[in-house]
């Protein structure tokens, strides 16, 4: 029989292999972004998305772009100040979210794993997104 001694090294020895190994993490859970919820308020003549910066710090893009890409896609004047978006013009809060959700899908969403982690990089005139979970390579089209 094997001494007790003997036994108790090797479970301890086994204890330490397993707290070795690295937990599994599914490959969407690697990859996933938390963004969070828009902070809407309507004032008299403008809407304030007050939690901008942060949401666009998670989608890892540079305000000033997003603040430009937004004002063309919509066609009126938009503002940062403080870390709130300020659009110069009452917009109703459903409205904000669905432009906010097409910039994500146009500027930030792969199209092909339609996974958050991407960078934008200028190739001459063209904008391309480049996937970094799968690797796709595409080209920005404005609507």
Do not use: W
Not at 9 to 23: C, K, N, W
Not at 64 to 80: A, P, T
Not at 83 to 97: A, K, N, P
Request: overall charge negative.
């Amino acid at each position: 029989m094997t001494d007790p001694e003997e036994i108790q090294a090797y479970l301890q020895m086994v204890d330490r292999g397993l707290e070795s190994i690295p937990t599994y993490q599914p490959e969407e859970e690697r990859h996933r972004i938390d963004l969070p919820e828009l902070e809407i308020h309507l004032s008299r003549n403008k809407t304030i998305v007050q939690n901008f910066e942060l949401y666009v710090s998670r989608l890892r893009r540079e305000p000033k772009e997003v603040l430009s890409d937004l004002s063309r896609m919509i066609g009126f004047r938009l503002l940062i100040q403080q870390g709130s978006l300020i659009l110069l013009t009452q917009i109703d809060e459903l409205r904000v979210m669905q432009l906010i959700d097409e910039y994500v899908t146009i500027f930030v969403r792969c199209p092909t794993c339609e996974k958050l982690d991407t960078v934008l990089r200028r190739e001459g005139s063209q904008r391309l997104l480049l996937c970094e979970v799968c690797g796709t390579e595409s080209r920005i089209r404005l609507p």
